[in-house]
């Protein structure tokens, strides 16, 4: 749990709002929400100095699909509060939606300058390094995530992308195993180490992780960076 503070009322707001909530939730008259009929866009109206009302903005504009709000909304909380770690957070989660990934490193990072042993920020920093190309710094990431919580299976499988995209696919099969081993049903892994035993000759072995992968829900990707 990134935040305590109001989360039972922004989770009933943000439900509500997209259609998931079939009772009126209970919110204050200073946060609340309204869905507009003709696109589904939440109205919402915060006193102008309520950093977590604009971060409540913000988490249910993400959640309709509102990138752009989303951005405005938590970078206002910011402006208000500089030490609003899940603000930084989820900007940065927009950032990289939005396939601004040096500014979403930046983001993690002032998380991680705020929070030090966030393991979730490692690893989303790490996936922005990776989409930068800078795989050192990732790897990076990606361990310090892991030896801070070591059953971290995205940080094994992130880290097994950046060994891969680097051109060493056995030791991104031994990352994507190591994910296997932690969830047997983790797909992602599965596609991974298929496209590495694949750099590597073994078909055999492709073939069987990616029989595995399409069971799990895995249907087609170009790319073994993008799932």
């Given at each position: 749990m990134?935040f305590?503070?109001?989360?039972?009322k922004?989770?009933?707001?943000?439900?509500?709002?997209v259609?998931?909530?079939?009772?009126?939730?209970?919110?204050?008259?200073?946060?609340?929400?309204?869905?507009?009929?003709?696109?589904a866009?939440?109205?919402?109206?915060?006193?102008?100095?309520?950093?977590?009302?604009f971060?409540?903005?913000?988490?249910?504009?993400?959640?309709?699909?509102?990138?752009?709000?989303?951005?405005?909304?938590y970078?206002?909380?910011?402006?208000?509060?500089?030490?609003?770690?899940?603000?930084?957070f989820n900007?940065?989660?927009?950032?990289?939606?939005?396939?601004e990934?040096?500014?979403?490193?930046?983001?993690?990072?002032?998380v991680?300058?705020?929070?030090?042993?966030?393991?979730?920020?490692?690893?989303?920093?790490?996936?922005?390094?990776?989409?930068?190309?800078?795989y050192?710094?990732?790897?990076?990431?990606?361990?310090?995530?892991?030896?801070?919580?070591?059953?971290?299976?995205?940080?094994?499988?992130?880290?097994?992308?950046?060994?891969y995209?680097?051109?060493?696919?056995?030791?991104?099969?031994d990352?994507?195993s190591?994910?296997?081993?932690?969830?047997?049903?983790?797909?992602?892994?599965?596609?991974?180490?298929?496209?590495?035993?694949?750099?590597?000759?073994?078909?055999?072995?492709?073939?069987?992780d990616?029989?595995?992968?399409?069971?799990?829900?895995?249907?087609?990707?170009?790319?073994?960076?993008e799932?």
């Amino acid at each position: 749990m990134r935040f305590k503070k109001s989360f039972r009322k922004m989770m009933a707001v943000t439900l509500w709002a997209v259609g998931t909530f079939t009772v009126m939730p209970l919110v204050s008259a200073e946060v609340y929400a309204q869905t507009a009929t003709d696109s589904a866009k939440e109205i919402v109206h915060v006193p102008k100095d309520d950093a977590f009302g604009f971060y409540e903005s913000g988490v249910i504009c993400e959640a309709l699909g509102d990138n752009a709000w989303a951005m405005e909304n938590y970078t206002h909380a910011i402006g208000l509060d500089v030490k609003f770690i899940e603000a930084y957070f989820n900007r940065g989660m927009v950032y990289e939606k939005l396939g601004e990934f040096a500014n979403a490193a930046s983001d993690f990072t002032k998380v991680l300058e705020l929070s030090p042993k966030d393991t979730a920020a490692y690893n989303k920093r790490g996936e922005s390094y990776i989409k930068l190309h800078d795989y050192t710094r990732a790897i990076a990431d990606f361990t310090t995530a892991i030896e801070l919580k070591p059953e971290f299976v995205e940080a094994y499988h992130n880290r097994g992308v950046a060994y891969y995209e680097m051109g060493n696919p056995s030791q991104a099969i031994d990352e994507f195993s190591k994910a296997i081993e932690l969830d047997p049903e983790f797909a992602k892994s599965y596609f991974g180490r298929a496209m590495s035993y694949k750099s590597l000759g073994d078909h055999e072995k492709e073939s069987a992780d990616l029989t595995m992968a399409r069971k799990l829900g895995i249907k087609q990707q170009q790319n073994i960076a993008e799932k």
